[in-house]
């Protein structure tokens, strides 16, 4: 019998005469054109690699020059000349002679970029044929079994067909650990048997050379720990979160969007305490003062502890009984294991709870194949933490105590959760069995350690709070006052002083009060860090936003009316209370204090100093008040029903010259036409031009349409008296389109500067809040706005190209004579200015041209 060879014709060529493919004409053009131009290392270095070079010395001139990039130092020949030397590397690359060689032989910078992809071309033709010969190898290596030979085939071959073109070798490894991870993250979060899960792990390790299943484990618990974000600014921070404080399930103890860890020793009544909690959540009502934030919420409960039985004659004696709302948000689960993440999503997907209770860690966590004092053994509360993040939900996790009272295993699980709550028996003497210490151990959203008594009342399986141990209790009953207020107005933000008039206290204890449930998670505040801006308190609820709009419903008709039987010291007296002129910084117009009323006194026959017997207040919701015919802007009129005849003329002819700017408070006195007008007409002149009334006597209407826009056009200070600037708006253009700025002047400050809200309106209709102190008016404001817009244009113009927009830039195509313009669209932004190197933006045309031009020379592609 003849055995012959097949068709197929094998080709044994050999080719260790000839040299790798390379271009060296190619690599001295990209390195002459660098050193030539200093913003052409900026548009080849995201994708050519210093080993991309054929010559060693080009690789080493060429590193040296990125690194010189990164430190935002030129990569002229004089800077490489000495870089090189420093790190002894002149001598090897050639010396001075060859940095000078380069730049003679380049002409142009303009191709730059597509020579460089030339470089990248040649080098990954020596890539494959490096991946050819170990082909070779491979094919006559017998001892490798057929599976494990393709294996192997195709994890090469994956170096040069999937890689992105240009990668570097640290790039490639960087890609096949990203791939790596990414086939974990399919495995852990996608199946959800246990047994096909340690499969699928064996079978990647197999693919993975010298890496085992515990190896990978340990990659993959790494890479959850890998939560580093990029460095951004303040502002970028603020723009990001905004100026709102932590959102809460129940306000002060269950935060939204994270993961809590509740333990206790075995008996103690964990499992019931969140029953109980959960029922608020579920019927959307308070638990025991800490305030429930949304209605109609589910929660969900993955319950391996209790028994099917058990647990369900525990939520019916709780009040998840059949046909309640509760029951119908309540959904349960058995079984559950931290091998079946992927479940967890399908849940979350489907069924959108608020809140999900875990019971408990050791049950759910059976299947690991780590000791529970090891730190491994914390990787599912990781993965946890992460899927909290991503999906919004709070994850609930109960779990047992050791002999020490301190929670079971490693301190990896109680370092990995934000929240960490302890219950125990209350062992005091003359403690009732039925009362429990609840311990805040942990905390990133309030304040912490503090604890607080419970009762558990064995009739509905409830918890009752009796008092927060460790605290006199003196200011409990101002914040059952506040509490009560603000659950009368949810989402109504709110100054300390308006809380303290509506609470009937003081405002330093109202202060304290709402600081300390501020503190607690309780109330929520918005805090903008800037000077002079006010904090404001408010009680959430839903997903509505919040507005500082004083709802009013609380005023009474003795609120707004100033009757004649009160005394003007009476009236004083109430004023000095409260400053009701504040202007907040928001997206929320401005609301004055509801219960301002005026202090102009005149004099009647008996001597005593009295208020005019007809005065309305306005207020924003006067519409629902009995104050006659509105005039615009939410005021409502003032009728002026003095008792001096002397007065009818004086005292509008005087307040409309205020309200113009025609004259001071200082100047009243000389301008009045009765004596016993001298002390009425600054007061009540004050309150008209503070917006708090609005005159409409017909002798007013003669002189002037004194209207709400013609108040704004002349504000003065609410404290001082003293005329503000006027409310300005201006335009500035930018290449991403026009900014609107608007600038409200607040209060004068102690160094006569003008406290002054600017609100920037972007080109894509978000807008940013920030608090300025003006000295020259109009001219302050501009030049404040301009440099506060230009900090923002560079983040904003790489943003917008790494969302794939294009420039266009104006180029000047005739000459200085006759000049003409044309827009040159598609432009890829290079550079931002970099003072004192470059002071232009750089911009590449699609054809290559490369544009030097300031911010008034381009803008975004239409």
């Given at each position: 019998m003849v055995y012959t060879l097949s068709d197929e014709k094998?080709?044994?060529?050999?080719?260790?005469?000839?040299?790798?493919?390379?271009?060296?004409?190619?690599?001295?053009?990209?390195?002459?054109?660098?050193?030539?131009?200093?913003?052409?290392?900026?548009?080849?270095?995201?994708?050519?690699?210093?080993?991309?070079?054929?010559?060693?010395?080009?690789?080493?001139?060429?590193?040296?020059?990125?690194?010189?990039?990164?430190?935002?130092?030129?990569?002229?020949?004089?800077?490489?000349?000495?870089?090189?030397?420093?790190?002894?590397?002149?001598?090897?690359?050639?010396?001075?002679?060859?940095?000078?060689?380069?730049?003679?032989?380049?002409?142009?910078?303009?191709?730059?970029?597509?020579?460089?992809?030339?470089?990248?071309?040649?080098?990954?033709?020596?890539?494959?044929?490096?991946?050819?010969?170990?082909?070779?190898?491979?094919?006559?290596?017998?001892?490798?079994?057929?599976?494990?030979?393709?294996?192997?085939?195709?994890?090469?071959?994956?170096?040069?067909?999937?890689?992105?073109?240009?990668?570097?070798?640290?790039?490639?490894?960087?890609?096949?650990?990203?791939?790596?991870?990414?086939?974990?993250?399919?495995?852990?979060?996608?199946?959800?048997?246990?047994?096909r899960k340690l499969y699928e792990l064996q079978e990647l390790a197999n693919r993975t050379p010298g890496r085992g299943v515990r190896d990978l484990e340990n990659l993959y618990l790494k890479s959850l720990c890998a939560t580093v974000e990029p460095r951004r600014s303040l502002d970028e921070l603020e723009e990001e979160v905004?100026?709102?404080?932590?959102?809460?399930?129940?306000?002060?103890?269950?935060?939204?969007?994270?993961?809590?860890?509740?333990?206790?020793?075995?008996?103690?009544?964990?499992?019931?305490?969140?029953?109980?909690?959960?029922?608020?959540?579920?019927?959307?009502?308070?638990?025991?003062?800490?305030?429930?934030?949304?209605?109609?919420?589910?929660?969900?409960?993955?319950?391996?502890?209790?028994?099917?039985?058990?647990?369900?004659q525990a939520l019916n004696k709780r009040g998840f009984t059949e046909g309640t709302e509760v029951r119908n948000r309540t959904a349960v689960r058995f079984g559950w294991n931290t091998d079946a993440i992927p479940i967890l999503y399908q849940d979350i997907e489907e069924y959108d709870p608020a809140v999900i209770m875990i019971d408990s860690l050791t049950f759910v966590n059976r299947y690991s194949i780590y000791d529970e004092n090891s730190t491994e053994y914390s990787r599912p509360v990781m993965e946890l933490n992460k899927i909290a993040a991503l999906t919004g939900k709070t994850i609930v996790i109960v779990h047992h105590a050791n002999r020490g009272g301190k929670a079971r295993g490693a301190t990896a699980i109680f370092n990995a959760v934000s929240e960490v709550l302890k219950l125990e028996k209350d062992t005091s003497a003359g403690a009732n069995p039925q009362e429990k210490i609840l311990t805040i151990e942990k905390s990133r959203s309030r304040r912490f350690p503090c604890q607080y008594k419970l009762f558990f009342n064995e009739e509905d399986f409830s918890l009752s709070l009796l008092e927060e141990v460790g605290t006199l209790g003196a200011d409990t009953p101002t914040k059952d006052k506040i509490m009560k207020f603000f659950e009368t107005n949810r989402n109504q933000k709110y100054q300390a002083e308006?809380?303290?008039?509506?609470?009937?206290?003081?405002?330093?204890?109202?202060?304290?009060?709402?600081?300390?449930?501020?503190?607690?998670?309780?109330?929520?505040?918005?805090?903008?860090?800037?000077?002079?801006?006010?904090?404001?308190?408010?009680?959430?609820?839903?997903?509505?936003?919040?507005?500082?709009?004083?709802?009013?419903?609380?005023?009474?008709?003795?609120?707004?009316?100033?009757?004649?039987?009160?005394?003007?010291?009476?009236?004083?007296?109430?004023?000095?209370?409260?400053?009701?002129?504040?202007?907040?910084?928001?997206?929320?117009?401005?609301?004055?204090q509801p219960h301002a009323q005026l202090s102009c006194t005149t004099c009647n026959p008996d001597g005593v100093?009295?208020?005019?017997?007809?005065?309305?207040?306005?207020?924003?919701?006067?519409?629902?008040?009995?104050?006659?015919?509105?005039?615009?802007?939410?005021?409502?009129?003032?009728?002026?029903v003095p008792t001096s005849n002397d007065c009818e003329a004086s005292v509008p002819e005087l307040c409309i010259e205020v309200v113009h700017g025609l004259c001071?408070?200082?100047?009243?006195?000389?301008?009045?036409?009765?004596?016993?007008?001298?002390?009425?007409?600054?007061e009540l002149c004050i309150e008209v031009v503070h917006q708090v009334v609005h005159p409409v006597d017909p002798a007013i209407t003669k002189k002037s349409t004194l209207q709400s826009d013609v108040v704004?056009?002349?504000?003065?200070?609410?404290?001082?008296?003293?005329?503000?600037?006027?409310?300005?708006?201006?335009?500035?253009?930018?290449?991403?389109?026009?900014v609107t700025v608007k600038a409200t002047s607040l209060k004068i400050r102690g160094?006569?500067?003008?406290?002054?809200?600017?609100?920037?309106?972007?080109?894509?209709?978000?807008?940013?809040?920030?608090?300025?102190?003006?000295?020259?008016?109009?001219?302050?404001?501009?030049?404040?706005?301009?440099?506060?817009?230009?900090?923002?244009?560079p983040a904003a113009l790489l943003k917008a190209q790494k969302a794939g927009q294009t420039f266009r830039v104006r180029?000047?195509?005739?000459?200085?004579?006759?000049?003409?313009?044309?827009?040159?669209?598609?432009?890829?932004?290079l550079r931002l200015p970099n003072p004192p190197e470059l002071n232009q933006y750089m911009l590449q045309a699609p054809d290559a041209e490369i544009f030097g031009v300031y911010e008034d020379s381009f803008e975004l592609d239409h």
């Open positions: 094998l080709n044994f060529q050999s080719f260790e005469d000839r040299l790798l493919p390379h271009n060296l004409e190619a690599e001295e053009s990209v390195l002459g054109s660098i050193l030539l131009d200093m913003g052409a290392i900026y548009r080849v270095r995201d994708n050519l690699k210093p080993e991309h070079f054929f010559l060693s010395a080009h690789q080493d001139i060429y590193a040296a020059c990125i690194k010189l990039a990164k430190r935002q130092k030129s990569t002229d020949v004089l800077s490489i000349v000495d870089y090189l030397a420093s790190n002894g590397l002149l001598e090897r690359i050639g010396g001075r002679n060859k940095l000078h060689n380069l730049l003679d032989r380049t002409v142009s910078t303009v191709n730059v970029d597509k020579i460089a992809e030339l470089v990248i071309n040649y080098s990954i033709r020596r890539q494959i044929i490096r991946l050819g010969s170990n082909f070779q190898a491979f094919g006559f290596a017998t001892e490798i079994e057929i599976p494990e030979l393709l294996s192997k085939l195709k994890e090469n071959t994956r170096l040069i067909t999937e890689c992105p073109q240009g990668q570097s070798d640290q790039d490639v490894r960087g890609w096949h650990y990203n791939r790596l991870l990414q086939e974990l993250q399919d495995i852990y979060l996608r199946i959800s048997d246990p047994g905004g100026t709102e404080g932590r959102r809460w399930v129940l306000g002060g103890l269950i935060p939204e969007a994270t993961t809590m860890l509740l333990y206790a020793d075995g008996g103690v009544g964990k499992t019931k305490l969140m029953y109980d909690v959960l029922y608020a959540i579920a019927s959307g009502e308070n638990w025991n003062g800490f305030p429930a934030t949304a209605p109609n919420r589910r929660v969900l409960i993955y319950q391996g502890d209790e028994s099917k039985h058990d647990m369900l308006e809380v303290a008039y509506f609470v009937s206290t003081t405002d330093n204890n109202a202060r304290r009060c709402l600081s300390q449930l501020a503190r607690d998670g309780i109330l929520s505040c918005d805090e903008k860090h800037k000077r002079g801006t006010a904090k404001l308190y408010y009680l959430p609820w839903g997903n509505d936003k919040c507005s500082i709009h004083s709802s009013q419903h609380n005023l009474t008709k003795n609120d707004i009316y100033v009757h004649n039987s009160q005394t003007a010291q009476d009236v004083d007296q109430q004023r000095s209370e409260v400053d009701f002129t504040t202007m907040y910084p928001s997206q929320c117009t401005t609301h004055a100093s009295k208020v005019p017997e007809v005065m309305h207040v306005s207020t924003p919701n006067s519409e629902n008040l009995d104050s006659g015919k509105n005039l615009g802007g939410g005021h409502a009129n003032l009728e002026i001071t408070e200082n100047d009243l006195k000389d301008k009045t036409t009765s004596n016993d007008c001298e002390a009425s007409v600054p704004q056009k002349c504000p003065y200070c609410p404290q001082t008296g003293l005329p503000m600037n006027p409310p300005h708006q201006m335009a500035i253009n930018t290449p991403l389109g026009t160094d006569h500067k003008v406290e002054t809200v600017m609100e920037y309106i972007l080109p894509n209709g978000n807008s940013k809040t920030k608090n300025a102190a003006i000295g020259k008016g109009k001219a302050d404001i501009e030049a404040i706005a301009r440099e506060e817009v230009s900090r923002w244009i180029q000047m195509r005739g000459t200085m004579l006759e000049p003409e313009y044309a827009w040159v669209p598609g432009c890829k932004l």
